[in-house]
């Protein structure tokens, strides 16, 4: 029989990706502590993705590159939550700040992942596994282990649009396309430069996709904006009224409205990739220096592309090989292999938008693509 919890603090600090990858432990939470007050404590920028999951009773958000980043102000923040006197804290973010916070938060119970001396104050520490298995499932495996949770309540990544967000989302779509338009989404950036497929293969991607009548709409961060505007720079189609860009003009929210109404995502190993899988977009990945195994799109229908390259994966932001050698993970994956599985996806599923799209429960392990091997297991 499982311990009784009566007030759970999940810990999740990590940036969009990894927070879309913890959607699955607060429904597994509810499931098994249907009378427990749950929070989730999270980064105050990416409070569209959470504030409104229904599994969750509050949100606590911390600003971790504004007002809440200086030592007087996190120690304020820490005694905001020994305050709340939680019975059970779940850490599911391996740093000094997230394992500082479990640490020193007075919760009852304190497990999770942890770094070393923090780790001296945890009931229980797992080590992160995402070389071995998949993100979703080593956090799972905390529950399994420290709480003895048997009953998995996984239905993928979750997220719940604001209703502000998805109407400003609708109306947008309205404004900018036809009823009929078949979109597919672009994201070509991502937070290191070495989980970024070519732009000039990006380019050509979309040129073949407007040639045939489909519309592309860039999404990504205000970060992006310069990357998106050299690879439109390389594009055939540049003057088309079937290319859109929506970078760094949406709240995350509105990016999550935005793909439900799209046919399929074209897009990097990325925040934005998770909050497709959520959305339910077909989606066709490229995957350079992340461990395919932690990180692949938790979805059955999306495919992910990558080369054998001995050094995969290196786990880190910048290529220090020169010459042939340099970002080979992602320079020998050609325009053609990844324009076959596009193609494919958009027949299978008639470019249809996500939302019209069946659901697969269980169906978890995207199709991975090694282009030394042919078709590898997930």
């Known amino acids: 029989m499982l311990k009784e919890y009566r007030n759970i603090l999940v810990i999740n600090l990590m940036h969009l990706g990894d927070l879309m990858l913890v959607t699955p432990v607060l429904r597994t939470l509810r499931a098994n502590y249907p009378q427990a007050r749950i929070t989730l404590l999270a980064d105050k920028k990416l409070r569209d993705l959470v504030e409104y999951n229904p599994h969750l009773d509050e949100c606590l958000l911390l600003d971790k590159k504004g007002e809440d980043n200086h030592p007087l102000a996190f120690c304020k923040f820490i005694m905001k939550v020994r305050a709340r006197h939680y019975d059970l804290v779940i850490n599911l973010h391996r740093n000094e700040r997230a394992s500082a916070l479990a640490a020193f938060s007075g919760g009852g119970q304190i497990v999770g992942y942890a770094k070393p001396g923090f780790s001296l104050l945890f009931d229980g520490v797992m080590a992160n596994e995402h070389f071995i298995k998949h993100q979703v499932e080593a956090h799972f495996d905390v529950l399994r282990k420290f ?41 070509i950036g991502a937070s290191w430069l070495t ?40 594009m055939e189609e540049r003057e088309s009224d079937h290319l859109k860009v929506f970078t760094g003009k949406v709240s995350l929210g509105v990016l999550a409205g935005l793909l439900r109404r799209c046919c399929l995502f074209l897009t990097t190993d990325s925040g934005p990739m998770h909050v497709g899988v959520a959305m339910n977009v077909p989606i066709v990945t490229m995957f350079g220096s992340s461990p395919v ?11 992910l592309v990558k ?37 494919e996806l958009l ?8 939302y019209k799209l069946p659901l697969h429960p269980g169906d978890y392990k995207c199709r ?10 997930s």
């Open 147 to 187: 709480l003895g949770v048997e009953k998995i309540d996984d239905a993928g990544l979750e997220m719940t649009i604001p209703e502000a967000a998805q109407h400003k989302a609708d109306r947008l779509w309205q404004e900018t396309f036809t009823q009929e338009a078949k979109v597919v989404a672009f994201n």
């Open 195 to 234: 989980k970024r497929w070519i732009k000039e293969y990006f380019a050509q991607c979309a040129d073949r996709l407007i040639k045939r009548g489909y519309h592309v709409a860039f999404f990504g961060g205000p970060m992006d904006i310069d990357l998106v505007e050299s690879c439109i720079d390389d």
């Open 293 to 303: 195994t932690g990180f692949y799109p938790y979805d059955g229908k999306d495919v």
């Open 307 to 343: 080369t054998p390259e001995a050094c995969h994966p290196c786990r880190i932001h910048e290529c220090p090989k020169e010459g042939a050698e340099h970002m080979a993970c992602m320079k020998n994956i050609p325009v053609e292999t990844v324009m076959e599985y596009v193609d």
């Open 347 to 354: 027949e299978k599923f008639g470019g249809a938008p996500a």
């Open 368 to 377: 991975v693509i090694d282009l030394g091997n042919g078709i590898a297991p």
